[in-house]
């Protein structure tokens, strides 16, 4: 019995898996959805005609088992035909929006599907509202024609009705005599009809083709043996369209629109979904441990979402009791103040009143002044009247200049609350921030990464942010990164790093690999919790340890025409009174005058880099490298520039032709005009002159201009020198684009600079650590030391 309890008890808990989400019963003749839900057909096609669609054409009832002249026995002949009992959808079809009529339009439903003339358009799609899904989906032209009958669904159902509810429901024999039909032990699959042990045998005789057929457990729907296609008759579902997830006939199968699709025969599905079902089951039978810690979990969850309910409620009433009692404190407070104001205008009104009754005829002031005329003494008339006078002189004056004492309109002390009120309607819970908005004008990646970002306007307040970021490539959670086999410590190490309690805006995250690309993201928090994460933000560093220097205003400094910051960091160029002076002596020919600076580093070895922003208005800046004795050759043979038809050094006499292989003392690129020129030659084999003095702004041999493409002028531009292999490349310092690279000859120390023609100003990038720290200019160094790091403070 222990045995035949436990199947029971196992069948038993399959109840809930069996209902049919539309009539929350177990499911009768169900179809599999698009969506892979499964509903009872005659549930989907109620919902269908609910929703304002045609009647669908349904089979028959499969309670009605069929008969046919194969099956039909004498004695069934004879009996008269079962009265058929009224359906569902019969009831809901004749009381529906769309009764069937002659003219009603064949239902793209359970059924061939209708024709159409030709160019009308295509027939719409029907939509079924899913209720497990919370969704729409879309069953196609033929509606519930192209949804399949979960046939391994029915099975379990029979199961379970078999084994749970075994004598609840009685199967009689259909071949008995009514009065005494006896209970059915078999079904046919074949004969779609239930026996008895008796019935089976006198219609399935040993020997005969009906000997062969399929007996099965009694049952009330008849099931096909086998899926066949919706669209293609008595075609058998052979394949599988991995691409579609839809089983295929193979008339299906050679449609265009499976074309370059994975197609596998259905026991190769079959095979591998089953191995996978298999595998996912018993690792979930393998991890019962941890399902009753999580149930364990969540019970305690629930408990802890009572009690915390209970509190929340009585913390919401206490809130509200503390809002009525400071509204009740405040209206006493109000109300005195309107009283204690009332009763001084009343006493202020009263005042006049009696003082405007005492002017009357025959009363107050007039009747003692009457009394005053009356007196004949001189002498004691003038001292009585004196008074009497003047108050006569005020009361004539309030006369003529007549106003109310106080004001009885009460104007100031109406009580403006719809601010308030405001407050009021829009009193509700604690809300967490909303995702963050990260700045991608002010976040860069330079020396450190910097991170800046704002909550939108309708968001709650944050107390503190929390920033989190991870090496792109590397999986959080141990999966793979870059680097093949070392990809599992690259993950353990550069899995999602979080930075907790970041107050203000912005954040610094240091310690960072070069020429890696970083993921950032943040959230906020507060007393309502963390919030949802913002969008993620993806952020390269440099390919080189950072360079920090600050130009050196020293060499050859025109202070008429090049302006240096105080800080050392930004420059500009104004063309000043000689150029004027020197343009008005000018005919033929345009003179323009080149101010050269450079940075107060000398770089002798290893791979460095720095970023620098030119202003979009300027006329002509080139910005590189050079060799210090070179450059100071030529602060120390100051010159200026001159039309293209004017070579001030051909190289002929200085010895270029025996030195064509070496590299350029100078590599610069110009921008200007809110373009960048990128040269499609390589200085490498240009602009090389031996030992000769070259103009490091014409970077050319001779007049003949160089080939080249103009580049949209990046915010910043990013230089990187590497010294050992003579090397300059130029980036888009936003993005880590390359732009373009040169040669540059590093036999002696090299040096950063910048060459300005025309008016134009330049920034250097400032370090991300030294936005907060006093900016003091340094002396000029020569770099030495190996750089190990993304950033190298002078």
């Known amino acids: 019995m222990a ?172 071949f008995c005599k009514p009065p005494h039909a006896l209970e059915a032990t078999k079904g046919c699959g074949d004969c779609r009809a239930n026996f008895c042990n008796e019935c089976f045998k006198l219609y399935h005789p040993w020997g005969t083709p009906r000997a062969q057929h399929e007996h099965i457990l009694p049952t009330l729907n008849f099931r096909p043996k086998v899926l066949t296609c919706p669209d293609h008759e008595q075609e058998k579902l052979q394949f599988y369209c991995r691409s579609c997830q839809r089983l295929l006939c193979p008339l299906c199968k050679l449609r265009r629109a499976h074309g370059g699709h994975k197609v596998l025969p259905v026991a190769q599905a079959y095979q591998a979904l089953k191995e996978k079902i298999t595998k996912e089951m018993n690792y979930i039978l393998s991890n019962q441990d941890t399902v009753l810690a999580q149930i364990t979990q969540l019970e305690s969850g629930i408990t802890q979402t009572e009690v915390n309910g209970v509190a929340a409620r009585e913390q919401l009433a206490q809130s509200i009791r503390d809002l009525t009692a400071a509204l009740a404190e405040r209206h006493a407070a109000l109300t005195q103040a309107l009283e204690a104001a009332r009763q001084r205008r009343g006493e202020a009104l009263g005042a006049q009143v009696a003082e405007r009754r005492a002017l009357m005829e025959h009363a107050g002031l007039m009747a003692f002044t009457q009394e005053l005329l009356k007196e004949t003494d001189q002498p004691c008339f003038v001292q009585a009247a004196r008074q009497t006078h003047s108050r006569l002189s005020k009361a004539i004056d309030s006369l003529q200049h007549f106003s109310l004492a106080a004001d009885p309109s009460f104007r100031h002390f109406q009580l403006d609350v719809s601010k308030e009120l405001k407050l009021l309607t829009e009193l509700n819970f604690t809300q967490a921030p909303f995702a963050p908005v990260i700045d991608t004008q002010r976040t860069l990646a330079y020396d450190q990464l910097f991170l800046c970002w704002r909550l939108p306007p309708d968001s709650a307040p944050a107390w503190h942010f929390s920033v989190e970021y991870r090496r792109r490539g590397v999986v959080p959670g141990g999966g793979g990164a870059r680097g093949g086999p070392r990809a599992g410590p690259a993950a353990a190490r550069w899995g999602w790093q979080r930075r907790d309690e970041v107050s203000g805006g912005s954040a610094v995250v240091d310690r960072l690999e070069m020429d890696s690309v970083y993921v950032l993201r943040v959230r906020g928090c507060n007393k309502a919790g963390y919030g949802e994460y913002s969008e993620e933000v993806y952020l390269h560093t440099p390919p080189a340890p950072v360079l920090n220097f600050y130009l050196d205003s020293r060499w050859g400094l025109h202070a008429d025409r090049l302006v240096v910051s105080k800080e050392q960091r930004c420059a500009r160029s104004v063309p000043g009174l000689s150029l004027l002076q020197a343009a008005d002596h000018a005919l033929t020919s345009c003179h323009l005058t080149s101010d050269l600076l450079v940075g107060d580093v000398a770089i002798t070895q290893g791979r460095h880099y720095w970023a620098c922003s030119v202003e979009p208005g300027s006329y002509l800046v080139k910005v590189g490298v050079g060799l210090e004795s070179k450059l100071q050759e030529w602060f120390h043979l100051p010159q200026d520039m001159a039309s293209p038809r004017y070579d001030p050094d051909s190289g002929h006499d200085s010895g270029a032709e025996d030195a064509l ?16 020129y990128m040269p499609q030659h390589n200085y490498h084999h240009h602009n090389n002159h031996g030992n000769g003095v070259r103009d490091p702004i014409t970077n050319g041999n001779g007049p003949a201009p160089p080939t080249g493409l103009t580049y949209p002028l990046p915010p910043r531009l990013g230089v990187c020198l590497d010294f050992e292999k003579g090397r300059v490349t130029f980036y888009d310092a936003h993005s880590l684009r390359p732009l373009w690279e040169g040669h540059v000859d590093c036999s002696g120390p090299v040096c950063p600079a910048f060459c300005f023609i025309g008016g134009g100003a330049l920034q250097l990038q400032e370090l991300v650590a030294n936005r907060n720290a006093d900016q003091t200019p340094v002396r000029r160094v020569t770099i030495q030391p190996r750089v190990s790091g993304l950033n190298n403070n002078n």
């Not at 045609?54 to 009832?61: F, G, I, N, Q, R």
């Not at 099956?71 to 004749?94: G, K, Y």
């Not at 899904?133 to 029979?158: F, M, Q």
């Not at 350029?664 to 960048?676: Q, V």
């Open 661 to 676: 292989d070496s590299a350029p003392p100078f590599c610069f690129l110009t921008m200007g005009m809110g373009k960048i």
């Open 3 to 174: 045995p035949r309890f436990q199947v029971k008890s196992s069948m038993k808990s399959l109840e809930h898996e069996l209902h049919c989400p539309v009539c929350k019963d177990i499911v009768k003749q169900p179809v599999v959805l698009p969506c892979q839900h499964s509903v009872c057909l005659l549930c989907a096609a109620e919902v269908l005609v609910a929703n304002g669609y045609p009647p669908p054409e349904l089979p028959p009832d499969p309670k009605s088992p069929a008969s046919t002249p194969n099956t039909r026995s004498p004695r069934q002949a004879r009996r008269p035909a079962p009265r058929a009992e009224p359906r569902p959808i019969d009831r809901v079809l004749r009381s529906g929006p769309h009764p069937p009529s002659p003219s009603t339009p064949r239902s793209p439903g359970y059924g061939p599907h209708p024709g159409r003339r030709r160019k009308e358009g295509p027939a719409p799609a029907m939509m079924f509202p899913c209720a497990p899904c919370g969704r729409e989906v879309e069953l196609g032209e033929k509606g519930l024609g192209d949804c399949l009958r979960n046939l391994t669904l029915e099975r379990i159902v029979e199961r379970y009705r078999h084994t749970v509810s075994l004598g609840s429901v009685a199967v009689t024999c259909q």
